[in-house]
């Protein structure tokens, strides 16, 4: 059974940025989408970005595109999200989650196998 731990979380100011990595022990992930999710207080959870197993393909939500850049080093099976520009609305729990091994869905219905998720606070 495949784990996903994610790290790089933190406090920063509006406009600076952050790393997360997401790391996979236990399976390879090297053929499966990603995608990352976030979860603000009082929200659903939503969809951030997603990439599939080769890293060809990526998508984001309106929100981050631009700013959010996904990408996974299958060598090492981690995926990664960079977070530039951050805003104060950027303020969530950010989880990782395995994908489908054939396309690249945004719809959260599609991942499984969650990390525990890792806090991004953005202070204005």
């Known amino acids: 059974q495949v784990q996903l731990v994610e790290s790089g979380g933190g406090l920063v100011q509006a406009g600076g940025s952050l790393r997360l990595s997401c790391a996979a022990s236990?399976?390879?992930?090297?053929?499966?989408?990603m995608g990352w999710f976030r979860q603000a207080l009082g929200k659903e959870r939503e969809f951030v970005a997603a990439i599939s197993w080769s890293g060809g393909s990526t998508y984001y939500a309106d929100s981050v595109k631009g700013r959010f850049i996904i990408s996974r080093d299958n060598a090492k099976n981690t995926v990664y999200l960079q977070m530039n520009s951050l805003k104060p609305e950027d303020t969530a729990i950010y989880y990782c989650?395995?994908?489908?091994?054939?396309?690249?869905?945004?719809?959260?219905?599609?991942?499984?196998?969650w990390g525990q998720g890792t806090q991004v606070t953005v202070s204005s």
């Open positions: 989650a395995i994908g489908p091994y054939v396309g690249t869905p945004i719809n959260i219905k599609y991942y499984i196998s």
């Open positions: 236990g399976r390879t992930i090297s053929n499966r989408a």
